[in-house]
């Protein structure tokens, strides 16, 4: 059974980190991703990678220089270390996973992972 199940979130100050986990089994994943939901508000992407690019990770604009993601392949497992945290980062934030390896122009794409967790809560307060 296929499982995807993020942990990490919850209530820190503006300016302050945290540090998302999440962790899979069942299958092994080729692309990973971080994506967000904020209320009233689309999914969006965050991060991802993929396990042929190594140690290369792309970001959207709003976090790069901010969030940083890894990956433990060994442990099929990523992580997100966020850091200056800004009141609009404040979402449910999701881990996304798919067996296949996406191409370059698709990986920001929600529609493009079939397995997902079911979220954790990131508050930045003021």
């Known amino acids: 059974q296929v499982q995807v199940a993020e942990s990490g979130g919850g209530l820190v100050p503006a300016g302050g980190s945290l540090r998302l986990s999440c962790k899979t089994s069942?299958?092994?994943?080729?692309?990973m991703a971080w994506f967000r939901q904020a209320p009233g508000k689309e999914r969006e992407f965050v991060a991802g990678?993929?396990?042929?690019?190594?140690?290369?990770?792309s970001y959207a604009d709003s976090v790069r220089g901010r969030f940083t993601m890894s990956r433990d392949s060994a442990e099929n497992a990523v992580y997100l270390q966020m850091n200056l945290l800004k009141v609009e980062d404040t979402a449910v934030y999701y881990c996304?996973?798919?067996?296949?390896?996406?191409?370059?122009?698709?990986?920001?794409?929600?529609?493009?992972?079939?397995?997902w967790g079911r979220g954790t809560q990131v508050t930045v307060s003021s």
């Open positions: 069942g299958r092994t994943f080729h692309t």
């Open positions: 996304a996973a798919t067996a296949r390896r996406l191409i370059t122009s698709t990986t920001r794409l929600a529609s493009e992972y079939d397995s």
């Open positions: 990678n993929r396990r042929s690019d190594g140690h290369s990770f």
